[in-house]
């Protein structure tokens, strides 16, 4: 996606988070709504700045560009397998028998096989200290 704007709290630390990931392209940032240029910026979606990001009560905004060109594969079979299993259960529950009792279990509408879920940690933010 291209052109997206992200209105951020600013912070006294060196790294702020976009919202979005992965980050293809900064085309600017204001604190304050001052234009800053001394920043680098990560696809991880990390902005750095070695003087910080002003304080608590200042205002970040940053227009950027994000997004994958095509979809990853293993990305794209998590997904299609999710919406398999919500096109054949679309209540989201687990019947079974236990020892001759139907009962019915609500698991939710994200529950991930491990496999699954191992893609998807591949492409999860992970929080920058």
């Not at 709290?9 to 979005?20: C, I, K």
């Not at 990390?46 to 608590?56: E, N, Q, V, Y």
Request: proline fraction near 4%.
């Amino acid at each position: 996606m291209t052109g997206d704007t992200d209105l951020l709290a600013g912070t006294p630390a060196r790294r702020l988070l976009v919202g979005e990931r992965p980050v293809t392209a900064v085309t600017s940032v204001t604190l304050d709504g001052v234009a800053i240029t001394d920043h680098r910026w990560r696809r991880s979606g990390a902005l750095c700045r070695d003087t910080g990001w002003g304080g608590t009560d200042s205002e970040v905004i940053v227009a950027y560009s994000h997004g994958y060109a095509t979809v990853p594969d293993d990305l794209w079979a998590v997904c299609r397998s999710a919406a398999a299993r919500l096109r054949t259960n679309p209540d989201g529950k687990v019947r079974f028998d236990a020892a001759g009792e139907y009962s019915e279990t609500l698991v939710g509408l994200f529950g991930f096989a491990l496999v699954e879920q191992q893609v998807l940690n591949r492409y999860r933010r992970r929080l920058l200290p």
